[in-house]
Structure formats: structure tokens, C-alpha cells
T-cell receptor
């Protein structure tokens, strides 16, 4: 089985621009989560989607948004980029179902965003 | 916000030695998981221990969980250079997400 695929792997943007990151989960996985990783804040939860529904959202401003498509692929968008948005954005998929428990997460290699 | 606190922040050991790291958390959990991350890459799942389990083994890994103390430990036995990585504990609080600790950076010297 192919793993979780994230694109692009690296990108450089300037303040005020917006960015869209893409994630293709492992085939059959319906849950997709996004995390932001920075040296100062560590791994912070952004959102989780299951069957196109957002089930939880982390404590991030409204500039951060996401969505999931019917094929379980997911995108996240950050508008009006700030310097502090520079981070490694990690997507993870899971085979868990409708229950609220979180099982093993399978992570992609991440999208490294640099904001200048 | 981070649920888990890990100790130590960094650990340097000789190849063949054991490495132990600890994780403390604050609220009730469904399960606790450990992940490894090699520099700047994605996280890899190592082991999951449920709240009703006290100890679990997987290869050279041994994880313990003490829910009364809200703490867990990860032991890596007979370490190898390839074990050099950051290790994170993560807790599942029944809310569709994992809360990660700050991580322990392990360096295994040849």
C-alpha cells in the first residue's frame, strides 16, 4: 500500500500570501488529521476530518482552514500568511471509524513552509 | 496545547546501552502512543498502549503505563545508531486527536 502523500514538500511564500497544502491518505483510510510542527510550540493539532466532516479543530485562527473530499483526500489552506506560520505541516491518516478514539496515525513526510 | 510532558529533553547514550524516556500527562486518556521522528521527517508509530494495559512490548521496545500517576515510560534496549531520533508520546483523549509531548531527542553514539 502506498503511504500518506503530501504535496508540495517544500515551499516558500511571502507574508500576506496564501498557501494550499494537499494530502492523500492511505487507501481505505477515511480519517485525515493535520498537525503543525514548530521548534517553539512542538506538534499542534490543526483539524481532523472523517468522511468530509470536520470532527475537531485545534486552537488556530480562522486563517487556517481545511476540507476533505469524497475520496478522502484533504487540503488545508492558510490565508494571509504571517512569519510565524513557518512550520512543518504534517498530515496523518487513520483507519478508525466513527468512534471518538484515535488509533495509530500514519504520517506523511510533511510540507515545509517558509514564510519570508 | 500539549498534554504530555517528556523527560529528559535530550539523551545521549553509547550503542548497546538502554535508553529510557518518560512522559506525564494531565487528563484521562483512552490510549497513549509513542512515535519516532527522524530529523525533519514524518512521524512513525512505534507502539500503542490502552488505558487498561500496564505494559507492552514490541521488539526492543517496552512501554509502561501508570494511569494512577498519569505517566508512561518508553525503554529502548540494546540501542543502535539507527535509533537516533526524536521520540514523542501522544495521548488520545476521546476527541478525535492526539496531544503530543515536546519530545525527547535521543543520540546514540557509535
Amino acid at each position: 500500500k502506498a503511504g500518506v502523500t503530501q504535496t508540495p514538500r517544500y515551499l516558500i511564500k511571502t507574508r500576506g500570501q496564501q498557501v494550499t497544502l494537499s494530502c492523500s491518505p492511505i487507501s481505505g483510510h477515511r480519517s485525515v488529521s493535520w498537525y503543525q510542527q514548530t521548534p517553539g510550540q512542538g506538534l499542534q493539532f490543526l483539524f481532523e476530518y472523517f468522511s468530509e466532516t470536520q470532527r475537531n479543530k485545534g486552537n488556530f485562527p480562522g486563517r487556517f482552514s481545511g476540507r476533505q473530499f469524497s475520496n478522502s483526500r484533504s487540503e488545508m489552506n492558510v490565508s494571509t500568511l504571517e512569519l510565524g506560520d513557518s512550520a512543518l505541516y504534517l498530515c496523518a491518516s487513520s483507519s478508525v471509524g466513527t468512534g471518538s478514539n484515535t488509533g495509530e496515525l500514519f504520517f506523511g513526510e510533511g510540507s515545509r513552509l517558509t514564510v519570508l | 496545547s500539549q498534554q504530555g510532558e517528556e523527560d529528559p529533553q535530550a539523551l545521549s547514550i553509547q550503542e548497546g546501552e538502554n535508553a529510557t524516556m518518560n512522559c506525564s500527562y494531565k487528563t484521562s486518556i483512552n490510549n497513549l502512543q509513542w512515535y519516532r521522528q527522524n530529523s525533519g521527517r514524518g512521524l512513525v508509530h512505534l507502539i500503542l498502549i490502552r488505558s487498561n494495559e500496564r505494559e507492552k512490548h514490541s521488539g526492543r521496545l517496552r512501554v509502561t503505563l501508570d494511569t494512577s500517576k498519569k505517566s508512561s515510560s518508553l525503554l529502548i534496549t540494546a540501542s543502535r545508531a539507527a535509533d537516533t531520533a526524536s521520540y514523542f508520546c501522544a495521548t488520545d483523549e476521546y476527541d478525535y486527536k492526539l496531544s503530543f509531548g515536546a519530545g525527547t531527542t535521543v543520540t546514540v553514539r557509535a
